[in-house]
């Protein structure tokens, strides 16, 4: 009997009457070898930066999915701005500088990859010193206008890595704290609805193939 892979390290037993554990172990394994691990090898040669970046992308909107407990159908777009905030909270930046960004990210480089195929115009990359981003603002009376539009965004890719990779970190141990109860159990819940592990299996029926036929070499 063929074995289902739900992540890299277990198979679909781990979710037959799952504990909250149980969901957080196949969860963790799914985020950090199909999402994190991977995007981090593209971002080691330069050439990989863009679609190293736009596999991170996706961790936005999903990871506020788990931690609201709430599914983001038609809110797509919500969702992505509030766990950016949540996660580059303590860039410096203020929080409605960081959401205006989450929104430029969101439209010019999550679905310009997926849409367009090519980032829009604003979202550039760079090694930055001491910051996983830098943008540039229009001037005002001589001064950085805050509230204008962003003309520009530079992005660290291997520094927002290492922040997206903190703030999961400290999620999953948020997750195996017995005492997060409300998380804990909103976290359940949604695994529930998202992964139908209490629903019916889909089933494959594949034959064995006869054996060979001498005469005509066929399987019949």
């Known amino acids: 009997m063929a074995r289902i ?3 890299p390290k277990f198979t679909e037993e781990k979710l037959d009457n799952p504990t909250v554990e149980d969901l957080i172990d196949v969860f963790e394994d799914r985020i950090k ?3 994190l691990e991977p995007s981090k090898q593209l971002m080691q040669t330069e050439i990989g930066w863009v679609p190293g970046f736009s596999l991170l992308l996706s961790y936005f909107e999903g990871i506020w999915i788990y931690t609201s407990g709430k599914d983001s159908k038609n809110k797509s777009k919500e969702f992505f701005r ?3 905030l949540d996660v580059f909270r ?5 929080e409605p500088l960081l959401d205006r960004i989450g929104a430029l990210l969101y439209e010019d480089a999550r679905c310009g990859f ?7 115009g604003r979202t550039f990359f760079a090694s930055i010193n001491q910051a996983e981003m830098l943008i540039t603002l229009p001037k005002k009376d001589g001064k950085i206008d805050e509230t204008g539009a962003i003309q520009s965004i530079f992005i660290d890719v291997q520094k927002s890595h290492d922040t997206v990779s903190k703030h999961f970190a400290t999620f999953i141990s948020r997750l195996r704290n017995p005492t997060e109860i409300e998380l804990r159990k909103s976290f359940y819940e ?3 609805v998202k992964w139908g592990f ?5 089933f494959i029926g594949l034959h064995e193939p ?3 036929d001498d005469t005509t070499k066929r399987y019949l």
Do not use: E, M, N, T
């Open 33 to 35: 070898f199909w999402l």
């Open 210 to 212: 006869k054996a060979l």
């Open 82 to 84: 509030k766990a950016f």
């Open 5 to 7: 892979k739900i992540s």
């Open 90 to 94: 303590a860039s410096g930046l203020s």
């Open 190 to 192: 949604i695994c529930r």
């Open 114 to 120: 997926f849409h367009d195929c090519i980032f829009r």
């Open 198 to 202: 209490d629903q019916p299996g889909i």
